[in-house]
């Protein structure tokens, strides 16, 4: 399986940005009050001019009617809404909030990113994903994602009745929890040479992506037998998950400035 370089559109930073966050999979639910709390007080704390979401805010995410009455959708929107008044929010979707859309994004006043997407800022260009469409090894996932992307399909979900997407919602996550074990090393990673010929396209050198929940910086070597560069070399730099419950604790932010890249614990 092959991930064919999309068409990339682009982001400018405009020049009151001086520091920019990354952050992905959150997976924020009801359930986990602690890594809400930890989210909402980094929110107000930031000294990020902007914030990019690298998908997988939420745990699960069934339509954004789901946030049209009180309760945790909503206060999530309310959340957002309120730091936006003092920076600037950016979302793209993950694999668990992919049906996401624009009245959700609307009521929380962030703003719509696709997947992938090329961020200029500060003379550089970096690749933005989410980082699912580069994991090829997982065959049957790869399968998934282009059916749950689909327009038609997911008109047709968000169709049902909110009810009964919720129960669909459960099932999968159960099935998933059974299947797993719980360990990123048992997950496909992300693919160098598809990851490579983005950075290409993008006129890029560093791909910045969540996803794999393996937090780290990877160089991204030529293929065996392939002519020697003579550019830059190409690399991945991958988020941390979010998880105040785990033993320790897990949260950082990526932070971007003039500087470059840094990395900061959270909580």
């Known amino acids: 399986m092959t991930a064919p370089a999309p068409v990339l559109p682009e982001l400018h930073a405009p020049a009151t940005w001086h520091r920019i966050d990354f952050i992905s999979d959150l997976h924020l639910q009801a359930g986990d009050p602690a890594t809400v709390d930890t989210w909402k007080h980094y929110l107000t704390s930031t000294p990020a001019q902007a914030i990019i979401i690298l998908g997988d805010l939420f745990e699960v995410w069934v339509g954004d009617d789901a946030a049209a009455a009180p309760g945790f959708e909503q206060d999530c ?79 047709a979900m ?35 040479t ?32 392939a002519r020697a560069s003579t550019g830059p070399t190409l690399r991945r730099v991958v988020l941390s998950d979010w998880d105040m419950r785990a033993k320790p604790p897990r949260a950082e932010v990526l932070r971007l400035s003039s500087a470059g890249l840094e990395r900061i614990a959270i909580g």
């Open 158 to 192: 968000l169709a049902r009745p909110l009810a009964e997407r919720r129960a669909i919602a459960r099932q999968i996550r159960e099935h998933g929890n059974r299947a797993s074990t719980g360990n990123p090393g048992d997950y496909a990673d992300v693919d160098a």
């Open 77 to 155: 929107a309310g959340i957002l809404a309120k730091a936006a008044e003092r920076c600037e929010i950016h979302f793209m979707q993950g694999n668990r909030d992919f049906l996401l859309g624009p009245d959700f994004l609307e009521a929380s006043r962030m703003r719509g990113l696709a997947d992938p997407t090329v961020l200029a800022f500060a003379g550089s260009r970096w690749l933005l994903s989410h980082g699912d469409a580069l994991c090829l090894d997982d065959v049957s996932y790869q399968q998934f994602r282009q059916v749950v992307r689909d327009p038609v399909w997911q008109s």
């Open 194 to 225: 598809a990851a490579r010929g983005w950075l290409q396209a993008a006129g890029a050198t560093t791909l910045i992506h969540g996803h794999t929940h393996r937090p780290g910086a990877h160089d991204l070597p030529e293929p065996e037998g």
